[in-house]
């Protein structure tokens, strides 16, 4: 069994590819649209209510997946049904992050609502490279990502404060 932990591990490594930084500027852009998508959600949940905007959000985006998959042809990979149901806990996070984006943008702002999200999200992606949680590689922690944290944490308390 511990052949097989091993070996899976090395397969969720991922391989040294300099072309991987280019994904960098992709990412960033990515994270700018979560910012668009909380200004637009904080008055939109005001308007029709924070459920109905999440629903209204989440239905728009899976009717554009399911345009993407129509139109992209067979998709490799095992039936959902083949697949551990922990794996499927991001169907539960994903609206809980929208509805809390829903209702904190309208009462601290985008800014205050993206940079608490931003603590939190590096908060926890450090534990998890850290133990190597969920099949991914582990990454220790080191003075530098403790340093990175600490600053975004002080980016949060400036934004409160300001």
């Not at 280019?22 to 909380?38: K, N, Q, R």
């Not at 998709?75 to 551990?84: D, M, N, R, S, V």
């Amino acid at each position: 069994m511990q052949a097989s932990s091993t070996a899976a591990m090395a397969q969720a490594r991922p391989k040294k590819n300099p072309g991987r930084l280019l994904l960098l500027p992709l990412v960033i852009l990515a994270g700018m649209g979560l910012s668009v998508e909380a200004g637009l959600l904080g008055p939109l949940g005001t308007q029709v209510g924070h459920l109905w905007a999440t629903l209204s959000i989440f239905g728009v985006g899976s009717a554009i997946l399911f345009l993407l998959l129509l139109f992209s042809g067979p998709q490799k990979g095992p039936a959902l049904t083949e697949l551990p149901r922990w794996q499927l806990i991001g169907g539960f996070l994903g609206p809980m992050y929208v509805v809390v984006l829903t209702l904190a943008t309208p009462h601290i702002g985008v800014a205050m609502t993206m940079i608490a999200i931003l603590s939190g999200q590096v908060g926890k992606s450090v534990l998890i490279d850290h133990f190597g949680w969920f099949g991914t590689a582990r990454k220790r922690v080191n003075v530098e990502r403790w340093i990175a944290l600490g600053l975004i944490v002080a980016a949060l308390v400036l934004i409160a404060r300001g």
